[in-house]
């Protein structure tokens, strides 16, 4: 295809998405207003399916050619008031028009698509047209001037062509002298015809060719074609090259007039497509050239057009202005020059970024039908209302803001609205209400999607959360409702009582917050329980133009944008011992009872720094893009301001952190951060830092396990402190450090009467170097076989972990997670990880389930700590694994999943339904009682066991004891197995 025709192509796409944009709104008003018909909006419609239809023809699209006459015959019945549009027509033509559109923008396939159940559902639309039987069966005969019967038709095929067309004209041709003289085949023809018009019949007059055995033949070969089509019969003949005395027009009582070469094509909004007149010459294109379906161009208004055109004019007289006053070298000229420039710059920047400016109504569009799909799929009564359409926002941040808005409506009808059969009861209308709302405040644009259904319930969402260990009982205890409610952004939560097509599979609101994040904007719920919720959306107005902070580090000035700043910090040098840690390969900072991970961006940029912070007063920046938070060391913090965002090109757009680039007031370059490009860059992860930003609110950042634990705390490097559970660890032993002894690349003591290899946590753990000391201590573990020291430096003690671990931040393969003990950050090591890394030949997890299949275990565990660690514990040992939050839901799922379990392991003490009553249920039914119960449990008095055991529970395991947890699983699972 050459540029040409791609042209040409792209030309028809974007016609085509011009009249289709509105058609949406135009199909529901015409819903509403039936029985009645506006002709003038059935007009519209039908028109754009015409046009369509014609563009398609004469570009080769087929497939959508045919799919828009289909359409357009049955707009036609409507039009002609043959056909009453009722809902279920409707929902039909909107679901053909999508399919249309769909086509339209991936016209390289179109061809080959399948249409045949939108074509069997719109002719059956056609078809089902209701007659009176006499009509039904009557045969109108077309007679011509001359006396020749050209057609005999049904009254109802009829009267669906005039309905369908503007004229309804009969061709009477020569294939000899009209068709064949041209150097034309018939088929040419007929393909050149249907371009113009639809052909409705045919037929070739054989009573005016004589007899075959004639002497001489008749030099004629005459054939009838009934076409319909909206361009006037003077333009057929002429585009067709038919002479006019071949051409009649049947009228609406269904006579036949010879055409009116008087006539003048009708105005231009009539004609099938606004082409330019040298398409005809073009030919059919081929759909084979893919021509890109993104909306690449804005419809701007002529006057801003004229406006644009006046400031660059301005621009110009200033610029000569300028060079006038410099030759001079007067500095009031220069002055003045400088001051016209600088105003007619700023009017050329505002009139520059209102051509990207779209009314939100664009947007708001779309959602009539969605409301009205949603509540035939509810069987519920919706109505939606608009306000604020002729809002503007940046043509991006609209684009952005589609998913987003369409997740909040769809919430708003099937959670919110309640059926008309529950809300007469509350004494309520049974039609429910949805609203958008749209309005200019402070600078930004405010959204709000609100309902007048029954509200959020708070402790719903907050016992949810708890149920999929997204909380622990304890955080929402210290929660107000609004945090409660806030709780709806984490990933994973999701409240509907049944998974749909519409909702309830956990996937919804955290990625709304997200985006609307990512275009720099805000959210906010308001709900009251019974009255309804409003959902209330913050955004800039432009990302063309962004206000950015300004800081430098090593000597450079940087931007950073103003939408991730969450906050600044200046940290005074006799503050920094107590405030700042590392841990790990990562600095922390202690803010407001969370830790929060700082990196230096001198040191991410590769640039030179002094890495003794002591001595001077620290700026770190708090910056957030999503559920990333962290902070940035810089050297200098300056004043904020709008900055111009250019692309990078070149080599720099292959630079990790960097989002693009501006010009400064002084002529210098300034690099725009890109601050989740930082944190790649820095080794943090998202995920594991995604709980600290799941609500605005102040939290814990804890979410693990609140079961009391004793923990030995030692040290290795001098500023890093670790934690082990006390009941892991054999031995300790005090030893010199030229006790250690090198053998065959190990590191070696002298244990009884023995060797025993040790380690330092740097082997299989980011940890500093061990501290050079002089005595050191060997911590030693003996796990299933495995013995083995942790190298370790004094100060060691013991403690009793009654607070939450934070298993998000610091989280690493060997880390459990994290705990503030006595002020200092302590990492808790996973032992289990560091015989997997020490002595693989040893470990237990290697060994997958023994007999074919895997066995399904059932686990019940109101710790989300305990219940992911244990789960992946068995996972790795070749086991399916069910998880449940209490025993309540485990009962759930016993009856939901049957005799397929194999075991149940359940926690002694969780909330609703604790083990020992889940233990006596399943006892007590005929289904289950062949199930084994394993108590897995921190409390294992005797008095505890001999509980257990009364109600059913075969044995007790301690959580951390894992060799003797996958050993007693296997023994228990074994008749399941085999």
Known sequence: ????????????????????????????????????IDEALVNKVFRAAHSIKGGAGFMGLDVIKDLAHSIETVLGLIRSRSLVPNPEIISILLRCFDKLKGMIEDVSSSNS??????????????????????????????TLPTGLVAFRL?????????????????????????????????GQFLEQLEQKAGIVDMLIETN??????????????????????????????????????????????????????????????????DQPSDLQQTGPVPAQACVGSGQATL??????????????????LSRNELVQAAGTARQDSVNSATQRISLVTSELQEAIMRTRMQPIGNLFGRFPRVVRDLAKALDKKIELSIEGSDVELDKTIIEGLADPLTHLVRNAADHGIERPQERLAAG????????????HEAGQVNIEIGDDGKGIDPERIARVAVQKGLVSPQQVQAMSEKEKIALVFMAGLSAAEKVTDISGRGVGMDVVKTNLEQLGGQIDIDTRLGKGTTVRLKLPLTLAIIPSLMISCSGNRYALPMVNVVELLRIAPNQLANRLDWVGHVQVLRLRNQLLPVVSLARLLGHQQTEDQQGRILNIVVVSAGVLRYGLIVDGLHDSEEIVVKPLNGQLKKVGGYAGATILGDGQVALILDVVGLAQIAGLDSEHLAAKACTDTVMSTATATADR????????AQSERFAVPIDLVDRIERIKASDVNVVGGKKVIRYREGILPVYTLDEVIKAGPLAQRQDLLVIVFDLGGARFGLLASGPVDTVELDQQIDRQTLHQDGVIGSAIIGDRTVLILDIHHFVEVLAPQRSGTSTKAECDGRPRILYAEDSGFFRDTVKDLLEKAGYSVLEAADGIEAWRILEQTGPDISLVLTDIEMPNLDGIGLAKRIKADRRFQHIPIMALTTLASQLDMDKGRA???????????????ISAVRQLTARAQC
């Open 208 to 273: 005016l060719l004589g007899p075959l055995d004639a002497s001489t033949m008749v030099g004629q070969l005459p054939m009838l074609i009934l076409a319909g089509c909206d361009l006037p019969p003077a333009a057929i003949c002429e585009q067709l090259g038919v002479q006019a005395d071949g051409v009649f027009v049947v009228t609406k009582n269904m006579s036949v007039v010879p055409v009116d070469l008087g006539e003048h094509p009708g105005p231009e909004k009539d004609r099938i497509c």
């Open 709 to 716: 634990q004793s923990l030995l705390i030692f040290s290795s």
């Open 154 to 186: 049904p009254r109802q095929q009829l009267e669906q062509a005039l309905g369908q067309y503007k004229y309804l004209l009969i061709l009477k041709l020569d294939m000899i002298q009209d068709i064949h003289a041209k150097g034309m085949l018939p």
């Open 113 to 142: 698509q399948d249409i045949s159940e939108y074509l069997e559902a719109l002719n059956g639309i056609a078809s089902a047209v209701s007659v009176g039987p006499k009509e039904q069966t009557q045969t109108i005969e077309l």
């Open 951 to 965: 109600a059913g529970v075969c044995q007790y395991q301690i959580k951390l004891d894992k060799e003797n947890l």
């Open 1 to 36: 295809m050459d540029n040409q025709d791609n042209e040409i192509l792209q030309s028809f796409i974007e016609e085509s998405r011009e009249h289709l944009s509105d058609i949406e709104s135009d199909l529901l008003l015409i819903e509403q207003q039936a029985p009645q």
């Open 299 to 316: 419809r701007v208004n002529v006057k801003l057009l004229d406006n644009l055109m006046n400031l660059a004019g301005e621009l110009v």
């Open 428 to 439: 309520k209308p049974a039609t429910g209400r949805i609203w958008l709302k749209a309005y």
